[in-house]
């Protein structure tokens, strides 16, 4: 399990056609796309995978839905009510063990491909008086939306850092385009959100007059993460100047995010999508740059979730390996 924290997808420029694709377009397929809230990266790279997979698979009509992230995916997977998810990969594996939040009813998850790695961002602004993450408490903290992997891995950086939500800081649930409007009115002092580096809504508070964001250092609460949860976490770098007046680098920690199905979803129409959004790559860059990181030599080490058959069969015909 610990060789994922190295994944991603990669591609060549090829026409996204195979011999299963006039069966697709018999079926006259419909999929959505569950993704995240519109601060995030989720829903915009969603976005560019719908248009991708309508445009080159005969048949496909794909739509991307908004929703609180991770954890709304992947319930709204199990219930039928979709058919493709973002997820970042511990939410994903507690949905696949029937843990945390899942504990109610396992996801039969599989996963279809590795994308990018997600970074936790801790944010604030000059004046908060918040320079660390014990300066933390007392104050005013969002912990990311209801139903997001934001929530899942803050509250899970929150406690190893000693820190109880419930009583040592006044936790507010806000999605990042939220988190942002309330730090710009004052109503809260910090916030988490973990996704793509930039992420739309921190640049928009990065820009905005009078305002220096600050990302704080949380990378001391790995040991104690990957100790309790298992190794789903690694120590990043969010580089010197991502946002505006961010003028140091910033120690963070770093969760990869995987493209997830059900076993539902048959081999064909698994290795249709796999094989398109691969292939078309360049288009997905082109709607955000996360999707530089995605690579294909990686897919063998980058899930704890088992693979679906019709991906691991495209994977394996580009020379991946994957272990027993």
């Not at 079926?27 to 976005?47: D, E």
């Not at 058919?83 to 063990?97: H, I, L, R, T």
């Not at 739309?200 to 990957?226: C, F, R, W, Y």
């Not at 063998?300 to 979730?305: C, E, I, R």
Request: glycine share 10%; proline share 5%.
């Amino acid at each position: 399990m610990q060789a994922f924290v190295r994944a991603a997808l990669a591609a060549t420029t090829a026409l996204a056609l195979c011999a299963g694709a006039p069966a697709l377009a018999q079926q006259g397929n419909r999929i959505s796309i569950t993704t995240g809230g519109t601060g995030g990266v989720y829903y915009p790279l969603g976005g560019g995978m719908a248009n991708i997979l309508s445009k080159y698979v005969p048949g496909m009509q794909a739509t991307a839905e908004v929703t609180g992230g991770s954890v709304d995916n992947l319930k709204l997977l199990s219930a039928g009510k979709s058919e493709v998810g973002f997820s970042m990969v511990d939410a994903a594996w507690d949905g696949y063990k029937g843990q945390g939040k899942f504990k109610d009813a396992a996801v039969a998850a599989r996963t279809l491909m590795v994308l990018y790695p997600n970074r936790m961002q801790v944010v604030t602004v000059e004046g908060s008086g918040i320079g660390k993450l014990s300066d933390l408490k007392g104050k005013r903290v969002s912990t990311g939306s209801p139903g997001s992997g934001v929530e899942v891995m803050a509250l899970r950086v929150l406690e190893a850092a000693g820190i109880d939500p419930k009583s040592d800081i006044k936790q507010e649930r806000l999605g990042a385009a939220e988190s942002v409007n309330a730090i710009k009115d004052r109503k809260i002092d910090a916030f988490f959100w973990v996704g793509g580096v930039p992420t739309a809504a921190i640049t928009d508070l990065a820009a905005t007059p009078g305002t220096k964001v600050k990302l704080i250092d949380h990378s001391e609460a790995i040991t104690a993460m990957n100790a309790k949860h298992g190794p789903l976490y690694v120590k990043g770098i969010i580089p010197a100047n991502s946002y505006a007046g961010q003028d140091k680098p910033v120690e963070n920690i770093d969760v990869w995010n995987v493209l997830i199905a059900t076993d539902k979803m048959s081999n064909e129409m698994a290795y249709q999508v796999v094989k398109t959004l691969m292939e078309k790559k360049p288009e997905l860059v082109a709607v955000h740059k996360e999707a530089q990181n995605i690579d294909v030599k990686y897919q063998a080490l980058g899930s704890p979730v088992p693979w679906h058959p019709g991906a691991k069969k495209y994977f394996e015909e580009q020379g991946v390996k994957f272990p027993n």
